[in-house]
């Protein structure tokens, strides 16, 4: 009979104590210092563990406000809620106090409404500690506010964002102009340079030399930069036309270049009496006659006829066929 008693008390016990817990709330409030100096400010973190069903009235904070008399509420935080076990709910709030007069200072327990239950925190004490100041300090120590200081002045701060936006647009177009020079070239410029490419060396030397000639260099006096194209014009054909490096040679160089060609040595007088008329006038700034001038033109003439390649039997067969036909026409 006792067991039977002992087990229905056990039952009711396991089934009303749940109920009790759930419907109980647990509070706390701590402070982070209990000891300020004056103007110091401190948190007071208050903390409410309820059912996630309960409706709980907080305790009434203002912001900016007194929390009691001498201290002063300067920011409440908003309530962060974490979720517990057992359908529980843990929600945190701070408090940040501060007091501007010295004295010790008892904070009131925070209360929780729940229906027609009030539950309270433990109250809080606060001891404000005042400042010292030095004996030696007088009124003339204390120094007023500086006076407003003027910023300095900055361009880029007063520029409104339609300049910026300028600036970008002509920076952009100046990059995109010089990416176009460098990496683009007209369709026209290329097939001039492909017929250019395409001009036999013979022709492209006699007209060079006929433009040299037409320029009248020597005339003018300037008979250093009438030998110096004069030259360098007989050194590209030679390139072109014998596959030597003329462009990088010396004036000696090339005639012994020359030398080993058995087509050459007949001509070689030429170019030797030209080149050494210009390395004269070059180096050592002699001034040719007037016949000597016209002498070395002539040679030149000469040099690129002589060296002028030779047509192929096909083509001696084609312009014998064509004169005949001119004949019969």
């Known amino acids: 009979m006792r067991k039977r008693v002992i087990l229905i008390w056990g039952i009711i016990l396991a089934s009303v104590l749940p109920m009790l817990a759930q419907q109980q709330l647990v ?8 000891v300020l100096w004056m103007g110091e400010q401190t948190l007071i973190h208050l ?3 309820q059912d996630a069903d309960q409706q709980v009235i907080f305790p009434e904070i203002v912001a900016p406000g007194e929390l009691t008399k001498g201290v002063e509420v300067l920011e409440i935080s908003q309530p962060d809620t974490t979720e517990l076990k057992n359908d529980r709910l843990q929600i945190k709030q701070d408090v940040l106090v501060t007091s501007f007069d010295s004295g010790f200072y008892y904070i009131p327990p925070f209360k929780y409404v729940l229906g027609e239950d009030t539950f309270s925190t433990e109250s809080l004490g606060l001891k404000i500690v005042p400042v010292d100041v030095a004996p030696e300090a007088t009124a003339a120590d204390v120094k007023d506010i500086k006076t407003v200081v003027n910023p300095p002045f900055v361009l880029w701060d007063f520029m409104p964002t339609w300049a910026w936006v300028l600036i970008l647009v002509v920076v952009a177009v100046i990059v995109a102009i010089i990416l176009i020079r460098k990496f683009y070239k007209p369709k ?14 013979y022709e492209l030397a006699i007209q060079e ?3 040299l000639r037409d320029s009248k260099l020597w005339q003018q006096g300037q008979e250093k930069q009438y030998y110096t194209r004069l030259v360098d ?14 462009m990088e ?4 160089e090339i005639i012994r270049a020359l030398k080993s060609n058995q087509d050459m040595r007949e001509v070689n007088n030429y170019l030797n009496d030209i080149l050494s008329m210009a390395d004269f006038v070059k180096f050592a700034k002699m001034r040719p006659m007037p016949d000597d001038n016209e002498r070395v033109m002539r040679r030149a003439f000469d040099f690129v006829e002589l060296t002028r390649p ?3 039997a ?14 019969n026409k």
């Open 314 to 327: 096909e083509s001696d067969t084609d312009t014998a066929e064509e004169k005949n036909e001119n004949n």
């Open 47 to 49: 903390s409410l563990t």
């Open 249 to 252: 040679m010396t004036s000696a």
């Open 310 to 312: 030779q047509p192929t």
């Open 209 to 211: 030399l006929q433009e």
């Open 188 to 201: 026209h410029n290329a097939e001039v340079e492909r017929v250019e490419e395409q001009i036999p060396p």
């Open 27 to 34: 509070v706390e409030a701590k402070m982070d210092s209990s």
């Open 233 to 246: 014009i007989l050194r590209e054909y030679i390139d072109s036309r014998f596959g030597i490096n003329a």
